[in-house]
């Protein structure tokens, strides 16, 4: 069975040694390498409090609605900007609503977007790394052309015209900002899997008369995994904050409140002049907490991983 | 003659990326469903006349092709559509505003840069203590804050209530000023606060990148043999630490434009600041669908041209670049 620490420490190799003799032990090491992950990422101090932050914010996101729900039709105008009070513990919004409770029925959308634009930019940028890595040649050329020429363009004033041009729900934003963010992860993972291709085990198992597919499925992508992970786990700070940015510029979904659809509402009607604090400081405290604790948690899978890496970013 | 050869093939991938940026930009914006019809008719009713009359403007009765090429035109000519709520063509509307963008982001680049670099530098010196870690940390906690949330921040807090700064415009309305210098100081005043938003959020990219440098170029033997000759740690880490780490700081720094483009639109947001930054924000809230378009086509080409310099400083500073 699996004895951990066997091959660990934290200098040790993370990928699959090449030419591992069966696919039994491949696997085991897999689970291994999971695992020393985890423990190196909870034995850090940062990545323990990247842990806590996303556990405290989903904590947030799920039981806040349940057990304090907001009425976002409960418009009062003789209460409008009110500081916080017993009644309202952060105090009102510009339309006399409850901040607290805005505040934790926004919090799920960030988390939603940031999960869901970031699956999209991992299914393309796997895809097209992959693809670019593994059959090289023409395929190659080509599609790092394309990613070159996505990686050049400025994020934030291309989401904006799309989103402008092509309407305003969660979903046309979700779709945007995955269909911008995948370039990085193109090219991190074309070059692993570049390596990948000339390791012994893998033009072993092709000499065996292994398809290409099942090349790729059983060889490669499970050996591109860890990698794309700790990619995903950075990127999903980006598409959160490229939401709150949209929302802040009146961008959002309007029928769905965010931190950032929260925070155009408070800069828009004056909130910051007239010191009204309890409702612009909130939302922004959530946003830095969610990226923080996908920010803290991925730089410690990064370190984890790449023994190189410890050090830097 | 090998340094011709590359200068040649980035000066051709430069161009035929603007093409595409170009043909990009149409095939988004001109092609896809969100045409100017579509868009005007979603603001009120159009009766089919007006459709007619509108999509004879726009020249949308030509077939694609013939439209792209009239695109293509009219760009050539610096042509980049009438702005629906100034009335004016979209490209006067630019360069009223760009010239005020490109004063802030400069001074906020190149007090990034050399502030990042700076701390970097001495994180790398100090490694492993407590100067490091808590540099390391700020950066990450500054890369993890939105740039417009920090801004609000900072003229809630400098601006509101402190007093110590504006946080509206670039200078105060109907000032009349003694002298041009007064000028440049009101202006100076409310550059302030932008450029320190703008410095908060970017400069972690240039910590860490800086500090790692610094880092894995004091390992390499010639650093060795620079402290062996007896030289001032001091002069040891800047004089040869640092500059053989300055490398990667350049690419940072192109990678960098994309960061200080997005935040330029934020805190122009917030301050008020009139450059096209703002002008895409209310261009955004009244749905002025030319100038966003034109605002995303300008701000790739000053990206793409960034990158273009970078490539090219990259080259001059390090000749292995030329070989590979």
């Known amino acids: ?313 | 003659m090998s340094r011709f050869r590359y200068l040649g093939r980035k000066i051709v991938w430069l161009v035929v990326t603007l093409y595409f940026v170009v043909t990009f930009n149409f095939v988004l914006f001109h092609l896809l469903p969100g045409n100017p019809v579509r868009l005007l008719a979603r603001s009120g009713h159009l009766t089919p006349q007006a459709v007619a009359e509108i999509t004879k403007v726009y020249g949308l009765n030509h077939p694609p092709l013939e439209q792209y090429l009239i695109y293509l035109k009219g760009l050539l000519h610096g042509q980049l559509g009438i702005s629906y709520t100034y009335r004016e063509p979209v490209s006067t509307l630019l360069g009223q505003y760009l010239g005020n963008t490109v004063v802030l982001l400069a001074a906020a680049t190149v007090l990034t840069i050399v502030l990042g670099v700076l701390a970097g530098v001495v994180a790398a010196s100090r490694r492993g203590r407590g100067y490091d870690s808590a540099t390391v940390t700020a950066s990450v906690i500054g890369w993890s804050l939105p740039t417009f949330w920090t801004g609000l921040i900072l003229a809630f807090v400098l601006g509101v209530w402190l007093h110590a700064f504006p946080i509206f415009g670039m200078e105060t309305p109907n000032a009349v000023y003694v002298s041009q210098f007064q000028r440049i100081e009101d202006i100076g005043a409310h550059l302030f606060l932008p450029t320190l938003t703008l410095i908060i959020v970017n400069i972690a990219q240039f910590v860490l990148v800086a500090r790692a440098s610094v880092i894995e170029v004091m390992s390499e033997d010639f650093m060795l043999t620079a402290t062996a000759k007896g030289l001032l740690p001091r002069r040891v880490l800047w004089r040869h630490a640092v500059r053989n780490a300055l490398l990667p700081v350049v690419t940072a720094s192109a990678l960098l434009i994309g960061l200080v483009v997005a935040g330029a639109i934020e805190v122009e947001t917030v301050f008020s600041w009139p450059g096209m930054g703002l002008l895409v924000y209310n261009s955004v809230l009244n749905r002025d669908y030319p100038v966003i378009e034109a605002a995303f086509l300008v701000f790739a080409i000053v990206v793409l041209l960034v990158n273009f310099a970078s490539d090219l400083l990259y080259q001059a500073l390090d000749p292995r670049v030329r070989e590979s």
Do not use: C, K
């Open chain 1, 1 to 313: 069975m699996v004895r951990p620490g066997v091959t660990t420490g934290l200098g040790g190799p993370t990928a699959p040694e090449p030419g591992s003799p069966a696919l039994a032990t491949e696997a085991a090491e897999r689970e291994l390498g999971l695992r020393r992950v985890w423990r190196s990422v909870t034995a850090d101090t940062m990545g323990r409090a990247g842990l806590i932050l996303f556990a405290i914010v989903v904590l947030m996101a799920v039981l806040g609605p349940l057990i304090f729900p907001f009425d976002a039709t409960a418009v009062n105008s003789s209460e409008l900007l009110q500081p916080p009070s017993p009644q309202h513990w952060l105090g009102t919004d510009e339309l006399g609503r409850d901040v607290f409770r805005e505040f934790l029925a926004a919090a799920h959308v960030s988390l939603v977007v940031g999960l869901a634009a970031t699956a999209i930019s991992m299914v393309l940028g796997a895809g097209i790394g992959i693809t670019a890595g593994y059959h090289g040649r023409w395929a190659d050329t080509g599609l790092m052309r394309i990613t070159d020429f996505f990686l050049v363009l400025p994020q934030l004033p291309l989401v904006i015209a799309l989103a402008a041009f092509f309407g305003q729900n969660l979903w046309i934003i979700i779709l945007v900002i995955g269909m911008t963010g995948w370039p990085t992860t193109a090219r991190i993972v074309r070059s692993q899997t570049l390596s990948l291709r000339e390791r012994q085990f893998v033009t072993r198992v092709r000499s065996l008369g292994a398809s290409n597919l099942r090349i790729l499925r059983v060889h490669v992508l499970p050996n591109v995994m860890p990698l794309i992970f700790a990619n995903t786990v950075l990127v999903i700070g980006g598409a959160i904050l490229a939401e709150a940015t949209l929302s802040f510029l009146g961008l959002g979904d309007p029928v769905q409140v965010s931190w950032g659809t929260m925070l155009h509402f408070a800069f828009q009607s004056g909130a910051i002049g007239r010191g009204a604090w309890w409702f612009f400081i909130p939302p922004g405290v959530g946003i830095v907490m969610v990226v923080l604790a996908f920010t803290l948690t991925g730089h410690s899978i990064d370190q984890a991983m790449n023994p190189r890496l410890r050090g830097s970013r």
